[in-house]
């Protein structure tokens, strides 16, 4: 088996697995928001509520992890294919990180308010 220096252990078919994983996550919590629109009267009192519910604080959480799982398994795979210098591929792949764990948290601070 090949190793690649860039890949840190990583493969293809686990990457697969990821993506998939990650999007059945997104699509049942786009079928759980869009059930939650079309079978409410929706206004303010009860999206709060809705989001107010710890499931729905949990599986948007997990939602938005795997939204972030899947743009970091998709960006690393256009610069890995893309960018061929080493200095500004590993400094677009920090800056994308950096964005991804600002978007982690900033989710996190607004959906519980900590």
């Known amino acids: 088996m090949v190793k690649h220096i860039s890949s840190f252990g990583r493969n293809g078919v686990h990457d697969f697995l990821l993506i998939r994983a990650t999007a059945i996550i997104m699509t049942l919590y786009t079928v759980y928001l869009v059930s939650f629109c079309a079978f409410t009267d929706i206004s303010y009192v009860s999206w709060t509520q809705f989001f107010g519910g710890n499931f729905t604080?949990?599986?948007?959480?997990?939602?938005?992890?795997?939204?972030?799982?899947h743009a970091w398994i998709g960006m690393w795979q256009v610069f890995t294919d893309y960018i061929k210098p080493t200095l500004l591929r590993g400094t677009l792949q920090l800056a994308a990180i950096a964005l991804?764990?600002?978007y982690f948290f900033s989710g996190l601070f607004i959906l519980w308010g900590a």
């Not at 604080?57 to 799982?69: G, H, R």
């Open 57 to 69: 604080k949990v599986f948007t959480m997990l939602a938005l992890a795997s939204v972030l799982i």
């Open 100 to 102: 991804l764990l600002g």
